[in-house]
């Protein structure tokens, strides 16, 4: 099974794309998207549609995993990575790719076996889980291996308990 997971967001879009076979998980590719705060707003969309079309057209991914939006105080921003999982939402639905949704608290879980886990934990179970050499970076781009990862672990859950096919 191939997974692709994304941490949504106008600025920095990470992405990460694993290969599930048995137990055993082995990144394909990862990186980020950045776009620039001086343009406006449906054209970084539009930048972030464009590369993610491009990196579906060459993975063919079974699966996407993306971070739930999460409360946040600051409204702009919220909205900000809301507009960033439409773009995520929208390219997955139009290729017929199922999407899963997982709150920062249950990525946490599944990849460092604790919720409230801080980013460096976070970051060196992807690492070890990966067999990377070293911590992918961006922090955004490590977030949406560990969202895959988490599908990952979860999407075995649920296709046992009959939720997903």
Known sequence: M?????DPGTAIMGYGIIEKKGNKLTALCYGSWRTT???????????????????????????VAVEELYFNRNTTT?????????????????????????????????????????????????KVLLGLQDIPRPDDTADALAAAICHAHSGTLLRKMGEIQ
């Open 37 to 63: 705060a001086q343009t406006c707003l449906a054209e970084r969309l539009l930048h972030l549609y464009t590369c993610l079309q491009e990196l579906l057209s060459k993975n063919y991914p079974d699966e």
């Open 2 to 6: 191939i997974i692709l997971g994304i």
């Open 78 to 126: 919220a909205l900000s990575i809301g507009h960033a999982r439409g773009v995520v939402l929208l390219s997955a639905a139009q290729r017929g790719i199922p999407v899963y949704e997982y709150t920062p608290l249950q990525v946490k879980q599944a990849v460092a076996g604790y919720g409230k886990a801080d980013k460096k934990q976070v970051q060196q179970m992807v």
